[in-house]
């Protein structure tokens, strides 16, 4: 299914014994796996365990940001205005990711719970766009970093098996 994922990070640096510059980022992602899940053992069994690998589509729906220098006791230098910048992003990358699932499955209603790692193939920030923000680059100067983004997953879920059937060319259902 479609993934919507929300990204919040915050870059911190010393500019002096005194000051700091902070650097907040906001992006929301769409993304649209393709996965492979291997179950075991087979048969109707009440506990399901299952690995999984796949890969997915992600799209920067949009991102924004807020950068300012801070010193304790006196205002921020920069203006608080949240600006936004996906030009300067990876609109679409691409991710691998695997995890296991162990289903309990009772009646119409399975429970499951999910570990799942993702790593992405481009770089979050596009390297060859680093210094096209001159807000960032000349007015504070910061140029944004350029990380991979790699996810840790924990899911609790409920699936339910509305009782629908699919009928096959030779007349069997499941």
């Known amino acids: 299914a479609p993934t919507y994922t929300k990204y919040m990070y915050t870059r911190t ?19 649209f796996p393709l996965r492979i899940e291997a179950y075991g053992p087979f048969g109707k069994e009440k506990w399901v365990p299952s690995i999984y690998l796949g890969a997915k589509i992600k799209y920067i729906l949009k991102s924004s940001y807020n950068a300012y220098t801070e ?9 608080d205005e949240i600006k936004h910048d996906p ?20 009646n119409r209603i399975t429970i499951f719970g999910d570990l799942g790692l993702s790593a992405d193939f481009k770089p979050f920030n596009n390297p060859d766009a680093a210094m096209s923000n001159a807000d960032l680059a000349y007015d504070k100067m910061y140029i944004p970093d350029i990380f991979h983004i790699a996810e840790a997953t924990a899911l609790l879920g409920v699936k339910i098996n509305l009782c629908y059937k699919t009928i096959a060319k030779y007349g069997y259902g499941h």
């Open 71 to 79: 010193t304790p006791g006196e205002r921020r230098y920069e203006s």
């Open 13 to 31: 640096i010393d500019r002096s014994t005194r000051s700091q510059f902070i650097y907040e980022e906001t992006a929301k992602l769409l993304s």
């Open 87 to 106: 030009d300067a992003k990876n609109k679409i990358n691409f991710a691998a990711f695997g995890g296991m699932r162990l289903s309990y499955n009772f």
